[in-house]
C-alpha cells in the first residue's frame, strides 16, 4: 500500500533521485564482491554473481524505454544482452556506474503528467507509468540489490550488515 501511495505522488526528479540511489547502492555492494564470488549461484538454475550484475546493467533501461512507449523489442533486447555478457567485471561495474546518468537522460523528457499517464503492460492491464516505474525499475533494482547482498552473504561475507545494503555505507552495526 505504501508504494501505491508513494507512486501517486511522486515526481520525476524524485523518481529520478530514487535510481539513482539505487544504482549507489548497488556501486557499494559490488566493492564487497571477491574474485572467487563472481560464478556463485545459490542453485544451477539461478544467475551467477557477475550474471547478476549483467542483467541489472540492461533490465532497468529496457523498461523505461517500455515505459516511454516504445514495444519491447526482442532482438535489441537479445544484443543488450550479447554485450553485456561479454563484459568482464570491471566493464560491467562501469557499465553500472553509467546507469546513474542513463536513467537522468532516460527520464528527461517525461513530464509529471507523463507518470501520471497510462500504460498498457504485457499482460493487456493498464497502468500508470509511474506505478509501472516504480514497480518494476525501482522495486526490481532494490530486489535485485537484496538478491546480491544475500549472494555476498552466503560467500561468507558475515561482517555486512543493513547498513551497507539500505544506506551503502560500511557502518558497524550496534552492539
Not at 93 to 98: I, N, Q, Y
Not at 100 to 127: C, F, K, N, P, T
Not at 138 to 149: E, P, T
Amino acid at each position: 500500500m505504501t508504494i501505491l501511495l508513494a507512486t501517486m505522488v511522486l515526481t520525476k526528479a524524485e523518481l529520478i533521485s530514487l535510481l539513482q540511489k539505487e544504482v549507489r547502492l548497488l556501486l557499494h555492494l559490488t566493492t564487497k564482491i571477491d574474485a572467487a564470488a563472481l560464478d556463485y549461484r545459490p542453485t544451477p538454475k539461478q544467475r551467477s554473481t557477475i550474471e547478476l550484475l549483467r542483467y541489472l546493467t540492461t533490465s532497468g533501461p529496457a523498461l523505461v524505454q517500455y515505459a516511454k512507449g516504445q514495444p519491447m523489442d526482442a532482438d535489441a533486447i537479445a544484443d543488450a544482452t550479447r554485450v553485456a555478457n561479454s563484459r568482464d567485471f570491471d566493464d560491467t561495474v562501469a557499465a553500472l556506474a553509467a546507469l546513474s546518468d542513463q536513467y537522468a537522460e532516460q527520464l528527461a523528457d517525461l513530464s509529471d503528467d507523463d507518470l501520471r499517464g497510462e500504460i498498457m503492460w504485457v499482460d493487456g492491464s493498464r497502468i500508470s507509468r509511474g506505478l509501472f516505474l516504480v514497480n518494476y525499475v525501482f522495486g526490481q533494482a532494490a530486489q535485485y540489490r537484496l538478491q546480491l547482498f544475500l549472494y555476498l552473504k552466503a560467500c561468507g561475507r558475515e561482517e555486512l550488515n543493513t547498513m551497507n545494503l539500505w544506506i551503502g555505507a560500511d557502518v558497524p552495526a550496534p552492539a
